[in-house]
């Protein structure tokens, strides 16, 4: 994660996407009264999808079921 002030990312903005975009990192802002966070768009994509799928009703424990059965217990009819 790198950090940088307003007036440092104001100096070369698109700098900052495109390195971000093509990094896949994070960008911390800090602005006069707090900090704003920087991901690219497909990253954000991403989150979202997953915070989707862990909100609807049951999935975030069936997940974590699934994730402790051993693999024997799962693997049927894999060639």
Avoid: C, Y
Avoid at 33 to 41: F, K
């Amino acid at each position: 994660m790198m950090k940088l002030t307003g007036k440092e990312f104001a100096r070369h903005p698109e700098q900052w996407v495109n390195q971000t975009v093509q990094e896949h990192g994070t960008i911390v802002i800090e602005g006069e009264i707090g900090r704003a966070v920087m991901i690219s768009e497909e990253d954000w994509n991403s989150i979202n999808d997953i915070l989707q799928v862990v909100s609807m009703s049951g999935m975030a424990e069936s997940i974590r079921s699934g994730l402790q059965d051993e693999i024997d217990l799962t693997a049927e009819n894999i060639d």
